[in-house]
Nanobody
């Protein structure tokens, strides 16, 4: 049974930083593609960052240079470091896993976490 549990969300002021974590069980993250999505109220869910089993990364244009996805294989955990937060980054952030093609191209996943709220005030 695959479980993805996110943590690290919160309320911060613009310009601040957060580090989101996704603890995985039932899969080995180093052998799977992992992604972080977000969904803001009234907007479609979007992929913000993905990391393939080979370590290749992909970022949405809106977050390049500010977001960094990484993984701690020993802890079977994926992180998303978010710097220089903007009010438009406010959303629920979800961890997901699936094939690289499904994550990056189709915007779908085989498994999802429950999400963690990030709220950025100006």
């Amino acid at each position: 049974q695959v479980q993805l549990v996110e943590s690290g969300g919160g309320s911060v002021q613009a310009g601040g930083s957060l580090r989101l974590s996704c603890a995985a069980s039932g899969i080995i993250i180093s052998k799977n593609s992992m992604g972080w999505y977000r969904q803001a109220p009234g907007k479609q869910r979007e992929l913000v960052a993905g990391i393939s089993s080979a370590g290749f990364t992909n970022y949405a244009d809106s977050v390049k240079g500010r977001f960094t996805i990484s993984r701690d294989n020993a802890k079977n955990t994926v992180h998303l470091q978010i710097n220089r937060l903007k009010p438009e980054d406010t959303a629920v952030y979800y961890c997901a896993t699936g094939s690289w093609r499904s994550l990056v191209v189709a915007g779908t996943a085989d498994y999802w976490g429950q999400g963690t709220q990030v709220t950025v005030s100006s």
